[in-house]
């Protein structure tokens, strides 16, 4: 099945209302080309330097989203070239970020990105650290928007019972920010949960964006 073929069936799992980011990490131009011919505009990758060598050479028009874990070295390679950065899992980021956005005089989304997963390996913020940057530090951002929040579920396929979990835990944050410090903010809008495997659970407990990689492009090329 072509990517084209794939990407429509995918779309075609995804009711209106949700956005699919199509994560095209470790795929080459000529693959990101094959959806942009059929429509799709919004792309996630996972490297600064990725990102840079992909945004230089393909259409203007493309959304890039950066959805990897970011360091502060390579934020301004990043705000440079994304739209939105879904992965804020600190003050310290989310500062470096609006600086760089000062400097470059850009404005840019970004999402907080929660950590409610298993793995200690995953980065993220706890709901009250998110809750705390939305309250104390997002009011003084000038060239930073926080959208919403970003988050993964557990990889336990054999207990779904955990990943549902997981998904309310990262939606339950998210009303809570849209109803306190981000009530009456029409731009805080996104909750970003679900991925290949388990987008049909992250849009049941109230996902609005979804980031699919290999239901779309296949099996990373590394």
Not at 121 to 138: H, I, M, N, Q, S
Not at 180 to 200: E, L, N, Q
């Amino acid at each position: 099945m072509s990517i084209a073929d794939r990407l429509k069936s995918v779309k075609q799992s995804i009711p209106s209302g949700v956005e699919l980011v199509a994560v095209s990490k470790f795929h080459p131009a000529s693959a990101l080309m094959e959806a942009y011919d059929v429509g799709q505009r919004c792309f996630g990758e996972s490297r600064a330097a990725e990102l840079a060598e992909k945004a230089a050479m393909l259409p203007d028009d493309i959304v890039w989203h950066f959805i990897g874990h970011l360091q502060t070295n390579k934020v301004r390679r990043v705000v440079g070239c994304a739209h939105m950065i879904q992965s804020i899992d600190s003050e310290r980021l989310l500062m470096a970020v609006e600086a760089e956005a000062v400097r470059q005089e850009k404005h840019i989304d970004v999402l907080l990105q929660l950590h409610v997963a298993a793995e200690e390996t995953k980065f993220g913020l706890t709901p009250d650290e998110a809750y705390d940057l939305a309250v104390r530090v997002a009011p003084s951002l000038t060239h930073v928007a926080v959208r919403g929040v970003m988050g993964m579920a557990s990889n336990t396929p054999d207990d779904l019972g955990r990943v549902a979990a997981d998904f309310a835990a990262i939606r339950a944050p998210f009303d809570r920010l849209a109803a306190g410090p981000f009530v009456g903010d029409s731009r805080f809008a996104v909750c970003s949960m679900g991925m290949s495997d388990d987008r049909h659970m992250a849009i049941a407990a109230g996902s609005t964006m979804v980031r699919v990689g290999s239901d779309i492009f296949g099996q990373r090329e590394y």
